[in-house]
Nanobody
């Protein structure tokens, strides 16, 4: 079993910054891609950013230049540094990780989410 625990959400004014963290624990042989998704009220969950085990990153257009995803492989942790936050960034942010077992099989896991609220 694998657990993903997010932290770092909160209430911030527009233009402010937050740093999200997500730590993976449990039966982990290797972590492949890790990422952040978000879901605003009444909207579908959407990709925010991903990072591969080698550090290759991918961002949705609306956060490019404002946010940075990074990971610490030794700690099985992924981060999301969010700068220049906007009210439209308000959402529940979920961590995702593709976990590879010793057998070579893999499975995607999700955290329970951390709420980010940006006031105008």
């Amino acid at each position: 079993q694998v657990q993903l625990v997010e932290s770092g959400g909160g209430l911030v004014q527009a233009g402010g910054s937050l740093r999200l963290s997500c730590a993976a624990s449990g039966r982990i042989f290797r972590l492949n891609d890790m990422g952040w998704y978000r879901q605003a009220p009444g909207k579908q969950r959407e990709l925010v950013a991903t990072i591969g085990s080698g550090g290759r990153t991918n961002y949705r257009d609306s956060v490019k230049g404002r946010w940075t995803i990074s990971r610490d492989n030794a700690k099985n942790t992924v981060y999301l540094q969010m700068n220049s936050l906007k009210p439209e960034d308000t959402a529940l942010y979920y961590c995702n990780a593709r976990v590879v077992a010793g057998s070579g099989t893999w499975m995607d896991y999700w955290g329970k989410g951390t709420l980010v609220t940006v006031s105008s």
